[in-house]
Structure formats: C-alpha cells, structure tokens
C-alpha cells in the first residue's frame, strides 16, 4: 500500500513506475476521491466536536427533565 502523502507529493514518478508494472493511475479520479476524502473528514471532525459540546451540555444540565430533553433517543 502506498503512503498517501508520498502518492501526493511524488505523483508523476510514482504514475510512471506503475505504468511501468501494467497499472494506469488516473490523475484525475485521485484528485477526485482525495479531495472527496477531506470534505468528508472535516465534516466527520466537525460532527464530532458538535457531539462533544452537546454531551458537556446534558452532563452539566442541572435540571433533570432538560437533561432527558437534551439527550439522544435511541
């Protein structure tokens, strides 16, 4: 498995030797996906942090009934 980092920062000689081993890397669907993959880690890193404040929210709520209000149903 390649090191995504050396995959970015080495694209065209890494390209070329897998071309070389009968595999065509396409540029255009890397740039796609690694991009699509940093929207989607944002996002995840966003939901997570409003996840975190919402549970120190219920966990300092002093009133129980807000507290059962503000909590998740499953």
């Not at 970015?8 to 890397?25: A, H, M, S, V």
């Amino acid at each position: 498995m390649l090191d995504i980092n050396l995959l970015r920062n080495n694209f065209e000689e890494i390209k070329n030797n897998l071309k070389q081993r009968g595999f065509k890397l396409d540029s255009k669907k890397f740039e796609k996906y690694d991009s699509e993959r940093k929207r989607l880690q944002v996002q995840t890193e966003t939901f997570q942090e409003r996840s975190n404040i919402l549970a120190k929210e219920i966990a300092n709520e002093q009133n129980q009934d807000e507290k059962k209000e503000k909590a998740p149903r499953g």
